[in-house]
């Protein structure tokens, strides 16, 4: 259990530190809602929360980024806020300077229920470590299925989609301002389920060398697709011929933007990618 | 350098457009709405929402809002001040009052408006004017569910809640284009499916669900009481009928035996070209359930047998005693945001807040006492499309529309329009421009959902709550404030009120089944009617013990024919309804960018047989035509109709399907056939 006091005496900390505003999770009349604690003595610190449910922080915080160029803000960060942050960092889409953490262990349950790879930031202010509970199940029913049968297995989750773009919406690291996702001339608009597979291999694509794995797409999916299982093994393939791994190094460079063209990086991701 | 004011913040509200009920959490940024988010821990749609509910943000800061008074001068609508404005809706209301009686006055309350509006205003047209003529266009939806469910069970309302449905062993889909219309809920239908909940899907049309469903069944538009009837006398020769509950819970059931007697599958094929054996076995998989779920939408209602209809679904219920228990139930799903709220405050023609009847002289005396008048009318009031009869007759005189548009929602829309022009006084409170303001004497500028504190009450009979995220645009103001206005206008008392909330607390003082909610209470998951103390958590399934009238009533329904069927000149049915991109008539989701990115153009639907012998191409333009009206259109060629069945969408006001639809009614209801009238195709060229 994170302890109460302590908590507000760290945000107390970042705000008198030069903070502009603290962001993280506060009871708002009965559900948990991010918001920003502006002040060492808000009220607002009284109605802080841990715990319960995640929102996509890292990218409210591009937001704040972008519409309050001169602030600075802190943040309670989980290790994937941490992840997204890193990620979103060596996209030019966060400025490191700007943005501090307090870091934030899940506990050993909320690993599990998450099936979470890394349930802890690299600095841990709060909480304790608990193990990694990486989750293949989905993947590895998937995989061992022949050709057609796999192709059948995804047409079938894929085929409850009704185009809420909640995967896209949710997720951290999608910031375009024009998605591919609503280009016509890739995906027919309007229709329900989207097209197979384009509309779900195009965000597929997107996701190589850029999921930090968090898991808010699954949740937000009322369709309930294993869409982070499919990520997940973009991700693998990353790391078995890169040896990246999305949101972990903040000095490595992203190989996909050393790559050269669109060309070569389809060549290498299309050889013998199953999933 | 000066940095600007920090001025961010997440506001949970409530999802604006379905009955559903979604919560979202709208990103206030600046003073303007930038996203919107689920709201994760929200009971119904806990972190989930559809494309629409992630656009809720997205028309509120649209240039077509409306954001100053306009009044009609010389035929122009000219910009005014909110007084001189008021003053023109006071006179106009007041002088049409004074010359030609109460009755020629009438109101459109609005299933988008919350609670304490539809309130405010059928208080208003009751208690200033001195009308019961207020309605809103639930008369359009579901007006037979409030009308047929409250004869059969006491209660006009979806019987169980939408997470029961994944307790549901078999659910029935009828009339409901579950996962267009209503996404999130379609979604827990399709999630229930994989864990094992057998689907029946009955639809005209080929939808997402039917290719998840175990039986689908296609019958001719408008034959639904031949097919409920036929399921009925199939459970019956089977055996299959709940003794137990219809000897304990039910009268009536020996009348019901003998009607549906004649309804074999034989005959049931006859009339709805259902085949016998599919009907069997539809009837089988329903009958041996558990527990079995109906749900139900326009398909049912939008018929002049829209009563009968869901008299016979109802039926179905009892018959096999679904009813009162978890993953069963008769179960309406409801348009709008706020059309079960709309309905429960009264701003019906017939009712007072809870269904508490005019005509009832105590009922009427207790409301005369509250709000301290004496002589309310006894006598039930027009329905929408009676007002529009009304007025092209010169019996309605005035009105005063809140956040409706009849001008594309309504049937047979040429028929509105010489009814609306008719009128010597309109006056029309909305958010955005149009297609009705054309008619306006007085425009008034509405504040939207984002901009106003309030409750809605969703499908489920879930009481949530609206909050402010930014304020309205220009000088518009929310309804609740300007019917207060109009009110002390017109000279009247008991309209002093400072925020919604208190007008919620009015209103739980003479609603019961309100009774025991606050605005603390409600938070934001909201309470499920009825609660009638404050110690009660809320009725997520009703009639567990008992009904409101004891036992529920069998009321045996005869098949009708629809008003208009095919002939030699209108060789097709046509028959209307929505896309999940778009809502209703455009007004917001046509000024949301990602909705418009999907679909923003009309179309009818043909089946690729009718096509074939028409000579019409996909994509070609066509003219559809009813007695009523023609319009010139998209063809899209697709499977997903029959043969001898059009779709379209009613959304586009530039091929607005009600030109062509029939005003023909339901006698008890009122409701007009939407989804049934005769039209022919012919390619433009030819």
């Known amino acids: 259990m994170v302890d109460a006091e302590e908590l507000k005496a760290l945000i107390r900390k970042k705000l008198e530190e030069g903070a502009d505003a603290f962001l993280c999770l506060v009871d708002e009349e009965g559900s948990l809602v991010p918001a920003l604690v502006t002040g060492a003595d808000s009220p607002d610190l009284e109605r802080i929360r841990v715990g319960g449910v995640r929102y996509p922080l890292a990218k409210i915080l591009v937001e704040l980024l972008r519409e309050y160029p001169g602030r600075r803000f802190a943040v309670l960060a989980r ?197 | 350098m000066a940095d600007k004011e920090l001025d961010f913040r997440l506001v949970p509200s409530t999802c604006v457009y379905c009955g559903t009920g979604c919560g979202v959490l709208l990103q206030a940024n600046n003073g303007r709405l930038t996203g919107t988010l689920p709201l994760k821990d929200h009971p119904v ?66 299933a988008r408006c919350t609670n304490e ?25 579901h007006s037979p569910t409030v009308a047929g469910l409250a004869r059969v069970l006491g209660s006009g309302a979806m019987t169980n809640s939408i997470e029961d449905l994944a307790e549901a062993e078999v659910i029935l889909v009828v009339g409901s284009n579950t996962t267009e219309q209503h996404p999130i809920i379609g979604e827990r239908i399709l999630s229930a499916a994989r864990k094992g909940t057998r689907l029946i899907v009955i639809d005209p049309r080929a939808i997402h669900l039917s290719r998840f469903a175990r039986i689908f069944l296609r019958p001719r538009p408008g034959t639904d009481v031949a097919y409920l009837n036929g399921l009925a006398n199939v459970i019956l020769a089977e055996g299959l009928q709940d003794e137990a509950f219809i000897a304990s819970r039910t009268e009536g059931f020996e009348e019901f035996r003998r009607a549906v007697a004649e309804y074999t599958p034989e005959r049931v094929e006859q009339i709805t070209g259902i085949p016998a054996a599919d009907l069997v076995e539809a009837a089988r998989l329903y009958g041996r359930a558990e527990r079995a779920a109906i749900v139900y939408c326009m398909g049912i209602t939008q018929h002049v047998a829209g009563t009968d209809n869901v008299l016979a679904v109802a039926n179905l219920a009892l018959l096999t005693g679904n009813l009162g228990k978890p993953g069963t139930g008769i179960n309406p799903l409801r348009g709008q945001n706020n059309v079960q709220g709309a309905c429960d405050m009264g701003a019906l023609p017939n009712v007072f807040t809870g269904y508490q009847k005019v005509d009832d002289e105590q009922a009427a005396q207790k409301f005369e006492v509250a709000w301290g008048v004496e002589g309310l009318s006894r006598k039930p009031g027009l329905t929408v499309v009676e007002m529009t009869e009304a007025a092209a007759e010169g019996r309605l005189r005035a009105m005063y529309v809140m956040g ?44 939207s959902y984002a901009e106003k504190e309030g409750t809605i009450t969703s499908t489920e009979r879930r009481v949530q709550r609206f909050r402010r995220a930014v304020e309205p645009p220009g000088e518009a103001r929310p309804d609740w404030e300007i019917v207060c206005e109009l009110a002390r206008r017109l000279g009247a008392s008991g309209f002093d009120f400072a925020s919604p909330e208190e007008v919620f607390e009015e209103i739980r003082r003479l609603t019961p089944s309100y ?78 960018p990602s909705l418009v990115k999907e679909a923003d153009r009309p179309f009818v639907e043909v089946s690729p047989e009718d096509a074939g012998e028409l000579g019409i191409t996909d994509g070609e333009r066509v003219t559809v035509s009813s007695r009523r009206g023609s319009l010139e259109v998209e063809a899209r060629v697709t499977d997903r109709v029959g043969k001898g069945l059009v779709f379209m969408p009613f959304h586009f006001a530039e091929a607005a399907a009600n ?9 008890v209801a009122k409701i007009p056939e939407l989804k049934a009238c005769a039209v022919k195709i012919q390619g433009v060229r030819s």
Not at chain 2, 420 to 445: G, M
């Open chain 2, 117 to 141: 509006e539809n309130y405010l205003l059928m208080k208003l047209a009751r208690a200033v004017i001195g009308t019961n003529n207020v309605d809103h266009c639930a008369r359009l939806c």
């Open chain 2, 404 to 447: 409706e548009n009849p001008m594309v929602s309504d049937p047979d829309i040429n028929h509105v329009r010489e009814a609306l022009s008719c009128l010597d006084f309109l006056a029309v409170a909305d958010i955005l421009e149009n297609e009705t303001l054309r008619y306006a004497h007085v425009v008034l500028p509405a504040a």
């Open chain 2, 515 to 592: 009774a025991g909610m606050t605005y603390r209470r409600l938070g934001t998951k909201g309470l499920q009617w009825p609660c009638p103390s404050e110690e009660h958590p809320g009725t997520p399934i009703l009639h567990m013990e008992s009904f409101p009238i004891g036992k529920a009533r069998f009321t045996p329904v005869t098949y009708r024919p629809p008003a208009e069927e095919p002939d030699e000149e209108y060789p097709l049915i046509l028959t209307t309804g929505r896309i999940l991109f778009q809502y209703h008539t455009g007004t917001m989701t046509r000024r949301s």
């Open chain 2, 45 to 110: 749609s806990r972190g989930e929402l559809c494309i629409k509910g992630w656009a809720v943000h997205e028309f509120v800061h649209s240039p077509s809002r409306l954001t100053k008074p306009l009044v009609r001068r010389n035929g122009e609508l000219v910009e005014t001040d909110w007084d001189t404005a008021l003053r023109a809706v006071a006179d106009g209301l007041r002088r049409t009052r004074d010359e030609h009686g109460p009755d020629a006055v009438g109101f459109l309350a609005s």
């Open chain 2, 659 to 667: 030109l062509l639809t029939i005003a023909a009614l339901d006698p």
């Open chain 1, 79 to 275: 290790g994937c806020d941490e992840r997204a942050l890193v990620e979103l960092a060596k996209l030019e889409q966060v400025d490191p300077d700007r943005v501090e953490l307090v870091g934030l262990a899940c506990t050993e349950e909320e690993a599990r229920a998450c099936g979470c790879p890394k349930p802890y930031p690299t600095r841990v202010d709060l909480g304790e470590r608990a193990e990694p509970a990486p989750e293949r199940e989905v993947i590895e029913e998937a995989e061992f299925l022949p050709d057609p049968e796999r192709l059948r297995f995804w047409e079938e989750h894929f085929s409850r989609c009704i185009k809420c773009y909640g995967c896209r919406n949710v997720c951290p690291m999608c910031f375009c301002e024009d998605c591919a996702l609503e280009n016509p001339q890739l995906v027919e608009p309007g229709v329900v389920p989207p097209e197979f597979p384009s509309f779900h291999l195009i965000r597929a694509l997107d996701m190589a060398g850029r999921c930090v794995d968090c898991g808010l797409c699954d949740e937000a999916c009322p369709a309930d697709i294993p869409l982070r299982s499919i990520y997940r093994r973009m991700q693998e393939v990353m790391e078995e011929r890169f040896g990246y791994r999305p949101g972990e190094d903040p000095e490595r460079r992203n190989p996909l933007s050393e790559l050269g063209t669109e060309a070569e990086i389809k060549k290498i991701m299309g050889s013998g990618l199953e999933i």
